[in-house]
C-alpha cells in the first residue's frame, strides 16, 4: 500500500533554514506529483507547493516563492521541502501529500 | 491569490443532514476534493472530482456542484463526523491549488 513517511520533528532558530523528507513506498516514485501543505496550530491547511519527482519541475505557491524549495532523490523515492529564513509564523506542522495519501506530519518549531 | 471560501461552522443533530458549502470562482472549471481531519490527525480525503467517494467512505457522504459552490452533504450524520472538513481546489490556470478556510462540523 502507499506510504508517505516524513521525517522528525525539527526545531529550529529564526533565520535558519529546514529540510523535511518524505520517503515513498508502495507506487512508482515517478509517477504522480508530490505536494506540500502546512498547518499551523489550531489553522487551516495552506498548500505550499508541488514537484513532479519525473522531472524535477516545480511550483510554489506565491507567498513561499523565493523561501522554499523542493526537490527529491528518485534513487531512494524521497522527496525533499526546505525552506529558509524562518520566521515564528512558519511554526507548523507540514505535511507531504499525493492524492489521497499523506505523510504523518513533521512538527516544525521556530523559537529563539 | 485565488481563495475558496466556507463556513466557519455548521452544526447539527446526530441523524440529521449536514451541508458544507464552497465558492471560489473558478470551481465552474475545476475540480473540488473534500477532506475530513480530526484532532492529530493527517486529512482523509472523502470526495474527489466534486462527487466520487473513494472506497471505505462511507454512502452518507456526497458532493454536488452548482456554478461557482460546491456541497459535501453528509446524510445521517453520526457522532464520528465531527471533525474540521476542507475543500480543495485549484485556480482556472490550474497553476496553483488552494484549500478553503475550513469548516468545523459540530454534531449536536
Known amino acids: 500500500q502507499v506510504q508517505l513517511v516524513q521525517s522528525g520533528a525539527e526545531v529550529k532558530k529564526p533565520g535558519a533554514s529546514v529540510k523535511v523528507s518524505c520517503k515513498a513506498s508502495?507506487?512508482?516514485?515517478?509517477?504522480?506529483?508530490i505536494n506540500w501543505v502546512r498547518q499551523a496550530t489550531g489553522q487551516g491547511l495552506e498548500w505550499m507547493g508541488w514537484?513532479?519527482?519525473?522531472?524535477?519541475?516545480?511550483g510554489y505557491a506565491q507567498k513561499f516563492q523565493g523561501r522554499v524549495t523542493m526537490t527529491r532523490d528518485t534513487s531512494i523515492s524521497t522527496a525533499y521541502m526546505e525552506l529558509s529564513s524562518l520566521r515564528s509564523d512558519d511554526s507548523a506542522v507540514y505535511y507531504c501529500?499525493?492524492?489521497?495519501?499523506w505523510g504523518q506530519g513533521t512538527l516544525v518549531t521556530v523559537s529563539s | 491569490s485565488y481563495e475558496l471560501t466556507q463556513p466557519p461552522s455548521v452544526s447539527v443533530s446526530p441523524g440529521q443532514t449536514a451541508r458544507i458549502t464552497c465558492s471560489g470562482d473558478?470551481?465552474?472549471?475545476?475540480?473540488v476534493y473534500w477532506f475530513q481531519q480530526k484532532p492529530g490527525q493527517a486529512p482523509v480525503l472523502v470526495i474527489y472530482?466534486?462527487?466520487e467517494r473513494p472506497s471505505g467512505i462511507p454512502e452518507r457522504f456526497s458532493g454536488s456542484s452548482s456554478g461557482t459552490t460546491v456541497t459535501l452533504t453528509i446524510s445521517g450524520v453520526q457522532a464520528e463526523d465531527e471533525a474540521d472538513y476542507y475543500c480543495?481546489?485549484?485556480?482556472?490556470?490550474?497553476?496553483?491549488?488552494?484549500f478553503g478556510g475550513g469548516t468545523k462540523l459540530t454534531v449536536l
Open positions: 480543495q481546489s485549484a485556480d482556472s490556470s490550474a497553476t496553483y491549488k488552494v
Open positions: 473558478a470551481l465552474p472549471k475545476q475540480y
Open positions: 514537484m513532479n519527482p519525473n522531472s524535477g519541475n516545480t
Open positions: 501529500w499525493i492524492f489521497s495519501y
Open positions: 472530482k466534486d462527487s
Open positions: 508502495g507506487y512508482t516514485f515517478t509517477s504522480y506529483d
